[in-house]
Nanobody
Framework: VQLQAFGGGLVQAGGSLRLSCASS????????MGWHRQAPGKQRDLVAM???????NYGDSVKGRFTISRDNANNTVYLQMNSLKPEDTAVYFC?????????WGQGTLVTVSS
């Protein structure tokens, strides 16, 4: 399974970005897709996840600001990030839990300037 992430970049605090992640695995074989992030010197933490029936879960620090969605027809997951803060700066990793295992994308850097 290959996951390809897009949409990272540099944004000012208070701004928005949208990440996308396209999976080579079919919707029917994918249980959960989501995003984790890792800031320099810190552990990788959950950002958001969405099941194949649309159930979502968010990390506490992004609740109310980030929204995850999923396009099952195109095997793609999106992360809309609003009201970005400097502490959101990190490498964002897409992942998928499928019938054949867990897979990670290559990561995309999000930098939020103050």
């Amino acid at each position: 399974v290959q996951l390809q992430a897009f949409g990272g970049g540099l944004v000012q605090a208070g701004g928005s970005l949208r990440l996308s992640c396209a999976s080579s695995e079919s919707h029917s074989s994918t249980y959960i897709m989501g995003w984790h992030r890792q800031a320099p010197g810190k552990q990788r933490d959950l950002v958001a996840m969405i099941s194949n029936v649309g159930t979502t879960n968010y990390g506490d620090s992004v609740k109310g600001r980030f929204t995850i969605s999923r396009d099952n027809a195109n095997n793609t997951v999106y992360l809309q990030m609003n009201s970005l803060k400097p502490e959101d700066t990190a490498v964002y990793f897409c992942y998928a839990w499928t019938k054949t295992g867990n897979y990670w994308g290559q990561g995309t850097l999000v930098t939020v300037s103050s």
